[in-house]
């Protein structure tokens, strides 16, 4: 085969004549040859060109659906507006290439070289560009539903309001990409890269990101509903707002992520790292969090309503209220399964925990102070040394529960169950108590009674 050596730099008028290596084909004037002149807008249907070299060639608008281009070289081509579908374009050099707007619905790119070109608007549905170089790639607004980009490079590339819906994106290099206004629903993204990426009110609803890295990614009010995480990285993620509702986080880890006000109802955190997290004024209601790791976690105003956390780790956790998040500010774990879960030195003034469920949990040294207990299940609690000024815990089931200097100093205890609890050193003054309060506690001595007097009992 042979081929016309280019000037570096075609004028659009000048044209490209070029020996094809497929045989002659039809010119313009119908006549058949096989040394063709390349111009925009050209009908070029079906032409074989493989391994060609038409860089810097102009054939915006031109008809080449269904063209074999494999191997060939079109770097920094003009390619704007042109029709390039079902194309078969396997390990082709597109570098810096101009296809703004193109249609390369169902075109085959694999392989392929197309860093630093320009795609915005271009329709590549169905397209294939597996194990190809996108890097630093302009696709805002483009359309890449259904299309194959198995463990291509897209870093630092633009797809800023891109659809991508159910593509195939699999092992993917996408960090420092811009997905910003994105659409990748149920989009294959397991075991991909997207650190450092912008995600700003992208839309990945129902998305496989299993084992994909997200650490320092930005996603405010990004919409990842239904989206599968599971031990997905996501260390210091910035998601303020975004909705997570019923996402998969198993064996996640989101440490030092900032997900304050974030939507987590119905979620699934089994065994997921959160140490550190920010989750002021976040909602999981309904959350699974059995195991998880909270320690140091802010979880100030947010609503744990009817969460589960067995066996959660919430050490060191940051429960007290604060009047940014609403008008009481207050973090409500109302109806929280919360059994076996480490909360010692966990910081929950204020809270509310309404017939909640902490049998056998560890709240040594925790600040409860001013909390609602009522209801609660405490069975074997652990709460030596523990901040109960104020809190009510009426009716709170408390049966043998370590309480052993704990100050309850104006608790509620009426209606309260303390059979065999352990009150040795507390302070009770000025506890509201009923006839029935200390029927059955194990020991209350040295323990201030309501009344100030020291029991001997």
């Not at 409500?332 to 076996?340: F, H, I, P, S, T």
Request: aromatic share 4%; proline share 2%.
């Amino acid at each position: 085969m042979s081929t016309t050596s280019l000037p570096s730099t075609l004028q659009p008028e000048s044209g490209l004549v070029i020996v094809l290596p497929g045989g002659p084909v039809r010119d313009p004037a119908g006549q058949r040859t096989n040394r063709f002149r390349f111009e925009p807008g050209q009908a070029l249907r079906g032409v074989n060109l493989r391994s060609c070299n038409l860089s810097n060639v102009n054939l915006a608008g031109a008809n080449l659906t269904q063209a074999k281009l494999g191997g060939v070289n079109l770097f920094q081509a003009n390619l704007g507006k042109v029709n390039m579908e079902y194309v078969n374009a396997y390990r082709c050099n597109l570098r810096m290439a101009n296809m703004v707007e193109a249609r390369l619905k169902r075109a085959v790119f694999s392989e392929s070289d197309l860093a630093g070109a320009q795609l915005k608007g271009a329709d590549l549905t169905e397209a294939s560009m597996s194990k190809s170089s996108l890097t630093g790639m302009h696709l805002s607004k483009a359309l890449l539903t259904k299309s194959d980009l198995t463990g291509t490079d897209l870093s630092h590339s633009d797809l800023t309001k891109s659809n991508l819906d159910a593509a195939r994106m699999s092992s993917s290099d996408c960090s420092h990409v811009n997905f910003t206004g994105a659409k990748l629903r149920k989009t294959d993204l397991s075991r991909a890269n997207l650190s450092h990426a912008q995600l700003s009110d992208t839309d990945f609803s129902g998305a496989d990101l299993s084992s994909a890295v997200l650490d320092f990614s930005d996603a405010p009010r990004a919409n990842f509903a239904g989206a599968d995480f599971n031990r997905a990285s996501l260390v210091e993620i910035k998601a303020n707002e975004a909705n997570f509702t019923k996402a998969d986080f198993q064996m996640a880890d989101l440490g030092d992520a900032d997900i304050a006000g974030a939507n987590f109802a119905g979620a699934r955190l089994v065994e997921a790292h959160l140490p550190w997290a920010n989750l002021t004024g976040a909602n999981l209601t309904k959350a699974n969090l059995t195991e998880a790791d909270l320690s140091w976690a802010i979880l100030s105003g947010a609503n744990l309503t009817g969460a589960i956390l067995l066996r959660a780790n919430l050490s060191w956790s940051d429960m007290v209220g604060t009047k940014k998040v609403d008008a009481s500010g207050n973090t409500v774990l109302d109806g929280a399964n919360m059994q076996y879960a480490d909360l010692r030195s966990a910081r929950m003034q204020g809270a509310s925990a309404v017939g909640a469920l902490l049998n056998s949990a560890n709240l040594n040294q925790a600040n409860l102070a001013g909390a609602n207990f009522s209801k609660a299940e405490l069975r074997s609690a652990q709460l030596f040394g523990v901040d109960l000024r104020r809190t009510i815990l009426a009716k709170a089931q408390l049966t043998g529960a370590n309480l052993r200097g704990a100050d309850l100093r104006e608790a509620d205890l009426r209606g309260a169950v303390l059979t065999r609890a352990n009150l040795t050193g507390a302070n009770l003054e000025g506890a509201k108590v009923d006839a029935k309060t200390f029927v059955g506690v194990e020991s209350l001595i040295d323990a201030t009674m309501p009344d100030g007097s020291i029991s001997t009992e």
